[in-house]
C-alpha cells in the first residue's frame, strides 16, 4: 500500500533554533500534503494545506511566518519551525490524499521538543 | 464548516467484551466519513471509512460503523474487542470538495484482561 514517511521521527533543540521536517509520499505522487499537530492527549489540528507549485494555505490561527512549508516536489513537503520555543514542542504529523478511494496516507508523525 | 464530536474521552471495557465508540457530525455539505487508530507514538491508521453506498461499513482488525444521516452519526462497534485493541480512536469526516480532514477530539479505548 502506499506510505508516508516522515524524517526525522523525533528532534530535540534548543529555543530559537529551526526544525526542518520533511514529509514523503514514497510510491505515489502527491499535489497536495497536509500538516497536523497534535498536542499531549488531544485530537489533530489541521495547520496547513501544502500545495506543489504554489503557496501553502494556513488555517486561522497559524502563524505563516513561523511554521514555513515548502512543497518541493510531488512526493516531498518541508515543514519549518522557526524560531522554535517551548511551546511549539508537539506531535507533528503530516498525510497525503491519494485519489484512490478518497485515501489519506498519514505519516509516522514527528516528535519536536524545545528545551 | 464541518465539525466532529466524540462523546466519550475514554471507554474502559474487558476483553471479548463488545464496544461501540460514539461519533456525531455536523455539516451542511455532503461529507465522507473516516474512523482512524493511533497506537502510542505513531501516526494514524485508517480502520474504515464510509463515501457512499451500503451505511453499513466494515473495517480492519473486525471493526465496522454504521452511517445514520438522520441522526448524523457514525459510531463504531466490535463485537469482542482484545487487548490488542487498546489505543486511541479518532472519528473525521472531510466534504466532498476538499481533502481536509476535520478530526474528532478523540475516544481512548483501554482493554483490560
Known amino acids: 500500500g502506499a506510505v508516508v514517511s516522515q524524517h526525522p521521527s523525533w528532534v530535540i533543540c534548543k529555543s530559537g533554533t529551526s526544525v526542518k521536517i520533511e514529509c514523503r509520499s514514497l510510491?505515489?505522487?502527491?499535489?497536495?500534503m497536509f500538516w497536523y499537530r497534535q498536542f499531549p492527549k488531544q485530537s489533530l489540528m489541521l495547520m496547513a494545506t501544502s500545495n506543489e507549485g504554489s503557496k501553502a494555505t494556513y488555517e486561522q490561527g497559524v502563524e505563516k511566518d513561523k511554521f514555513l512549508i515548502n512543497h518541493a516536489s510531488l512526493t516531498l513537503s518541508t515543514l519549518t519551525v522557526t524560531s522554535a520555543h517551548p511551546e511549539d514542542s508537539s506531535f507533528y504529523i503530516c498525510?497525503?490524499?491519494?485519489?484512490?478511494?478518497?485515501?489519506?496516507?498519514f505519516g509516522p508523525g514527528t516528535r519536536l521538543l524545545v528545551l | 464548516a464541518q465539525s466532529v464530536t466524540q462523546l466519550d474521552s475514554q471507554v474502559p471495557v474487558f476483553e471479548e467484551a463488545p464496544v461501540e465508540l460514539r461519533c456525531n457530525y455536523s455539516s451542511s455539505v455532503s461529507v465522507y466519513l473516516f474512523w482512524y487508530v493511533q497506537y502510542p507514538n505513531q501516526g494514524l491508521q485508517l480502520l474504515l471509512k464510509?463515501?457512499?453506498?451500503?451505511?453499513l461499513v466494515k473495517g480492519i482488525n473486525g471493526f465496522e460503523a454504521e452511517f445514520n444521516k438522520s441522526q448524523t452519526s457514525f459510531h463504531l462497534r466490535k463485537p469482542s474487542v482484545h487487548i490488542s485493541d487498546t489505543a486511541e480512536y479518532f472519528c473525521a469526516v472531510s466534504d466532498r470538495n476538499t481533502d481536509k480532514l476535520i478530526f474528532g477530539t478523540g475516544t481512548r479505548l483501554q482493554v483490560f484482561p
Open positions: 510510491d505515489f505522487q502527491a499535489t497536495t
Open positions: 498525510s497525503a490524499p491519494t485519489r484512490i478511494q478518497e485515501t489519506q496516507y
Open positions: 464510509y463515501l457512499s453506498g451500503s451505511t
